[in-house]
């Protein structure tokens, strides 16, 4: 069986991973902060003492580096530099100075590196214009990762927004599901005129299991469809699933001064390169949210 190193393998993109990746004929092994299982190791990345004693134990075939602070609106900004861009480096220096082959590394990076570029698509050949912290440790995480292009086997990968179930409600689309889950008659929200491209978790899925199979190295690709949904589309969505209207209010606290207007992905590359990748309607996500 092919080995496959997950990073946060508890996280919720590693939690879909994990299953759809055993699934398609993988043997995977994964880190978390905390572990009891046998296949999962406790490992802090921003110790590369901890990250060696994983490679040593599990030699991976493939690695999905997922391990990282994903919301914007977390509290404290080191954070974001000292994990997502030097816990990253971490991983690539240990397996050099293990002298460890592998056939290919994901490191996940994000589409909030580019900003907001004042364009409907965003594509590869954009220049990042970062306007947060977050987008700023994966953009510092990318351009020192190009250095290795040359020693190790890299793919960065740009996810634009998705979601499916299980993800945490501090992110947008399941605040919005617990909400109508719970019959709330009220919800607070932030900018109202953005639109955003929503994917399902499986189609990442597949998008990373097709791109590790690939013979592509040293390349950057969005994990993207191209398909942008305005935030009040969503919760016409919503308020249909669930049988009710709800009222919205801009809570000023949460209207980001930094605001991406549109973050819509350029998916030619990533399709040019695996395949064209379809997914189900969003409007089944969101139910398959709503009824779990």
């Excluded at 030699?59 to 990253?88: C, M, Q, W």
């Excluded at 991406?260 to 030619?268: A, E, P, R």
């Amino acid at each position: 069986m092919k080995k496959v190193l997950l990073t946060a393998i508890d996280s919720f993109t590693g939690k879909h991973l994990h299953h759809y990746l055993q699934s398609n004929g993988y043997d995977v092994y994964g880190t978390s902060l905390l572990s009891n299982d046998k296949q999962i190791f406790t490992c802090d990345i921003t110790q590369k003492n901890d990250i060696q004693k994983v490679l040593h134990a599990v030699k991976p075939d493939y690695i999905i580096h997922l391990a990282g602070i994903s919301f914007v609106g977390h509290g404290t900004n080191e954070d974001f530099y000292r994990i997502n861009t030097i816990g990253s480096i971490n991983i690539l220096d240990a397996l050099l100075e293990l002298n460890m082959q592998v056939k290919k590394i994901l490191l996940v990076s994000s589409a909030t590196v580019y900003g907001n570029q004042n364009r409907e698509i965003l594509d590869e050949s954009l220049c990042p214009v970062p306007a947060n912290h977050y987008g700023a440790s994966k953009y510092a995480m990318e351009s020192l990762a190009h250095t290795y292009f040359n020693k190790l086997p890299i793919i960065i990968t740009r996810p634009f927004n998705y979601t499916g179930v299980g993800q945490d409600p501090n992110f947008l689309i399941p605040k919005i599901v617990s909400h109508f889950k719970e019959k709330k008659s009220v919800i607070e929200l932030g900018n109202l005129n953005v639109s955003r491209e929503f994917n399902d978790v499986a189609f990442l899925c597949e998008a990373y299991r097709r791109l590790l199979e690939s013979d592509i190295e040293g390349e950057c690709f969005n994990i993207a469809s191209g398909r942008g949904i305005a935030l009040m589309d969503v919760i016409e969505m919503m308020q249909a699933i669930a049988g009710y209207n709800i009222e919205i209010k801009v809570n000023p606290a949460f209207v980001r001064k930094n605001e991406i207007k549109s973050l819509t992905g350029s998916s030619k590359k990533l399709f040019d390169t695996v395949g064209r990748i379809d997914q189900k309607a969003f409007s089944e996500t969101l139910k398959d949210m709503f009824e779990a």
